[in-house]
């Protein structure tokens, strides 16, 4: 027995695509929901963690789109790449950073969801993922203490591998960065690193340690580097004047982390470009009210010279994605 209510979703979804092929001009629905992680603060920097959907609005490339999906984030799944800069400059904070680091685990794997994971990456002039994503903070506190310095930095390469191995992992995706901001040896760019922190829909989180606090030592250009990776994904970006500041910031991150919204729209009516690279924005209604959000988002494009339903194709993220590392069949690897 045929079911009326599949021949009604069928009349209407054929009597859109005559509509579409009737009029060349009609920007195509693209079906693929788009999430995006949301953090709200008001004037005074306070983290206001009680809003509701009719709270934001949701632009794409500057078109309005309706939130289709909110949820308040104290309870959804957290996934979190921690990268701890080992170059010969951060040697020195290096004990600090570990122990800090340890604390900031115990804490964020024993009161969140009883599925958090955290995975450990180290980079120098390479990258290791210490280890995999575990919820053991243990383990992950023993791998920390046997950390020392070397000599090269290959942060973008390191933001890209945490990227890669966030992003088939469900719920909230998160790269936590401990750095001084330097990079010396890096195969991908700091474009490459933006790209696939939205690929994985991951927020960044950069901590940027000065072993040098004088202005003409320090890298100012690596530091304004992780200002743009953090504020294109959503994130911040913290300095720590000194060690026991880094505990501070940890505390931070977790209650960031625990007052989010997530949101999601399936793109409608978007006005298409050559570029796969949708722009984002979140509003608020009340204005005394600012949001932290990704910038965008790669998705539907128009081929050049192209400007009909007819002719828009979808760039799917595999299409976009740069070639894969190295399979992860070791508890430690070298992924550059």
Do not use: C, W
């Not at 290959?154 to 890669?164: N, P, S, T």
């Not at 696939?196 to 340690?209: E, G, K, R």
């Not at 910031?249 to 796969?276: C, D, H, M, W």
């Amino acid at each position: 027995m045929i079911n009326p209510r599949s021949l009604t979703v069928a009349a209407l979804l054929g009597l859109s695509a005559l509509l579409m092929a009737q009029q060349p001009g009609v920007i195509k629905v693209d079906v693929n929901l788009v999430h995006i992680i949301a953090t709200v603060k008001n004037q005074a920097g306070e983290l206001v963690g009680n809003l509701e959907k009719g709270d934001f609005e949701i632009y794409d490339n500057d078109a309005r789109q309706e939130v289709a999906v909110f949820e308040h984030q104290t309870g959804q799944t957290l996934s979190v790449a921690l990268m701890i800069d080992t170059s010969g400059s951060t040697a020195k904070e290096l004990k600090y950073e570990a122990d800090a680091s340890s604390r900031f685990l115990s804490a964020l794997l024993d009161e969140g969801n009883a599925a958090d994971a955290v995975s450990l990456y180290t980079f120098n002039y390479q990258v290791r993922q210490e280890l995999g994503f575990t919820r053991d903070h243990r383990a992950l506190a023993a791998r920390l203490k046997l950390l020392h310095g070397q000599a090269g930095t290959a942060l973008y390469d390191a933001l890209v591998f945490g990227a890669r191995d966030l992003e088939p992992r469900d719920g909230r995706k998160v790269i936590v960065v401990v750095t001084d901001g330097g990079n010396t040896f890096s195969k991908f760019t700091i474009d490459d690193a933006l790209e696939a922190s939205h690929m994985a829909d991951a927020v960044i989180y950069s901590v940027v340690v000065m072993p040098i606090t004088n202005p003409a030592g320090r890298n100012t250009g690596g530091e304004h580097a992780l200002q743009i990776l953090a504020e294109r994904t959503g994130g911040k970006i913290f300095f720590p004047a000194s060690g026991p500041e880094l505990d501070k910031v940890f505390s931070q991150i977790i209650r960031e982390l625990r007052t989010q919204y997530l949101l999601g729209f399936y793109p409608k009516n978007v006005a298409l470009t050559k570029n796969p690279f949708h722009k984002l924005e979140i509003k608020l209604k009340n204005p005394d009210l600012r949001v932290s959000a990704r910038n965008g988002y790669y998705g539907e494009v128009e081929r050049a010279g192209l400007g009909s339903a007819e002719d828009r194709i979808s760039v799917s993220p595999d299409r976009q994605r740069k070639p894969a590392p190295p399979p992860q069949e070791q508890r430690k690897k070298k992924l550059y």
